[in-house]
Nanobody
Framework: QVQLVESGGGLVQAGGSLRLSCAASGSIFSIKFMGWYRQAPGKQRELVAGINSGGSTNYADSVKGRFTISRDNANNTVYLQMNSLKPEDTAVYYC??????????WGQGTLVTVSS
């Protein structure tokens, strides 16, 4: 069974930084994509940042220049460094893994709260 364990969420003041981590465990093979999504109250879940098997990254326009996604292939771990945080970044952040025969796996979510 594949599991994603997220950590690093919390409360931070505007302008501060947080680093999210997501470690994948289990019988994983052929990882195609690892990414972070977020869902704010009353809003749809949206892609924040992603990194594919070749190392290419993509970001939501709202976080470009502030967030950086990176990946540790040896440990099947993906990170999201979030700098210059804004109150509108407040959301539950979910790790996502696309692997094998296009199997989609989600983490349990970690809450990020940015106070003004």
């Amino acid at each position: 069974q594949v599991q994603l364990v997220e950590s690093g969420g919390g409360l931070v003041q505007a302008g501060g930084s947080l680093r999210l981590s997501c470690a994948a465990s289990g019988s994983i093979f052929s990882i195609k994509f690892m990414g972070w999504y977020r869902q704010a109250p009353g809003k749809q879940r949206e892609l924040v940042a992603g990194i594919n098997s070749g190392g290419s990254t993509n970001y939501a326009d709202s976080v470009k220049g502030r967030f950086t996604i990176s990946r540790d292939n040896a440990n099947n771990t993906v990170y999201l460094q979030m700098n210059s945080l804004k109150p509108e970044d407040t959301a539950v952040y979910y790790c996502n893994l696309l692997w094998g025969l296009l199997i989609n796996t989600w983490g349990q979510g970690t809450l990020v709260t940015v106070s003004s």
